[in-house]
């Protein structure tokens, strides 16, 4: 492969050449643990221990790495075993962090909750207004800059390019948590970012059969740090979960320009439905955020949220009542999702100021006939 190859290209052959030993055109599942020393220390090609690295997993890296534009990525267990280690690597008990107001839940409890007991304070900042993020930053000595866009499940956008410099300017590291958008959509590095997180879980694997994670690094002696501590801490991705992430990858371009397209229409439907107080999608030009996303990303993605006149209530009993979308958590499949964030992916934030409006229904939008997902969704309001 070479730098000038497209997206679609790197998706299809980066760290992909056939297997110099049979030629299978796909990357083999190395399922084995460990491997045949010539002579003690006598490695073939650094394989040792698969903790340490394997080659199914090493075929995901690259690939990972090429669609971030970036030298090295690492893949691990899940998306959380990624944030894990990052913190692990980056921060010491005492540090001082910003997080987002709308994040994944589960990034929030592992601040609060796991490294708040380690020693590392965090504050909630808009991430939005890069404004208050310069106020905090000048305000005390802060290690990371922690982001989202867009935000999981209220869709905000962050500018990462204004972000990265304000990091930059007072010593912090900017993290950006590219599941959402997917390498595809958007290459947080290229605007300044330090690192990339993604559960590949969502769409980077794309069929919602493998859960996984990684980290994406500009700086390859940071990557040298990442990988020691991956190694030394051992939450790796298995040799089949590779695999399987890496064959929902090759798609990702073509999965994602259908999630987009499919989602403008659902989320165009939803700002004319009488039981919607309020849509939050990105690429509708009311979003406070649309500007910015046209500028960071090549389209909005395939996640929509909105909120309903009717209440909470309202919002559960529609979550019920669809027949294409899926009640259920997750996202970024090519099957179409729908659920009820404070009630499911965000009830470890009740009560924090991560807490989610309960009238909210969050929809993944999968690549299904649009049609089919459009009348799926009109019924399941209709009495709303
Ligand atoms: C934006 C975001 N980041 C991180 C995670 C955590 O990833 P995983 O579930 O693969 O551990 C999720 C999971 O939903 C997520 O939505």
């Known amino acids: 492969m070479t730098n000038q190859d497209g997206f679609e290209t790197l998706a299809i052959h980066a760290g992909q050449e056939p297997d110099p030993v049979t030629g299978a055109v796909v990357p083999p599942i190395y399922q084995v643990s460990t491997y045949k020393q010539d002579g003690v220390g006598g490695l073939r090609g650094g394989y040792e221990y698969s903790r340490s690295a394997n080659p199914t997993r090493t075929a995901l890296e690259q690939c990972l790495a090429a669609l971030e534009g970036a030298p090295r990525a ?200 009488p039981a919607v107080s309020e849509v939050l999608y990105p690429g509708l030009p009311s979003h406070p955020g649309h500007k910015t996303a046209q500028e960071q990303m090549r389209a909005f993605g395939g996640m929509v949220s909105f909120r309903l006149l009717g209440g909470e209530e309202a919002a559960v009993r529609a979550c019920g009542r669809t027949r294409l979308f899926t009640l259920g958590e997750s996202l970024g499949g090519v099957e179409s999702l729908i659920e009820h964030p404070a009630r499911m992916t965000h009830a470890s934030v009740t009560g924090s100021p991560l807490e989610v409006p309960g009238d909210l229904i969050r929809l993944s939008v999968g690549i299904e006939d649009c049609d089919d997902l459009l009348d799926d969704l009109r019924q399941a309001l209709s009495d709303s």
Not at 97 to 112: C, E, I, K, M, S
Not at 132 to 150: D, G
Not at 151 to 163: F, K, Q
Request: net charge negative.
């Open 74 to 273: 690492l893949a691990f267990a899940s998306g959380m075993a990624a944030e894990d280690c990052l913190l692990r690597t980056v921060c010491s008990p005492g540090d001082h962090v910003l997080v987002p107001d709308d994040a994944y839940g589960g990034t929030y409890r592992l601040f609060a909750r796991v490294f708040s007991g380690w020693g590392l304070a965090h504050d909630v900042v808009p991430v939005s207004h890069v404004a208050a993020v310069r106020e905090q930053l000048a305000a005390r000595k802060i290690t990371v800059v922690w982001a989202e866009t867009p935000t999981n499940p209220l869709l905000g956008i962050a500018d990462i390019r204004a972000l990265a410099e304000a990091a930059h300017e007072a010593g912090a590291l900017l993290v950006v948590d590219n599941t959402f958008a997917s390498p595809y959509l958007q290459q947080p590095l290229a605007l300044g970012a330090d690192v990339v997180v993604h559960s590949t879980t969502k769409y980077l694997g794309g069929h919602s059969d493998v859960v996984g994670g990684a980290l994406v690094v500009a700086d390859p002696e940071l990557a040298e740090r990442l990988a020691f501590t991956q190694n030394a801490t051992g939450g790796v991705a298995g040799p089949f979960d590779s695999w399987l992430t890496l064959r929902g990858v090759k798609t990702l371009a073509a999965r994602m320009d259908r999630h987009c397209r499919n989602a403008m229409r659902v989320a165009q439907m939803l700002a004319e439905h």
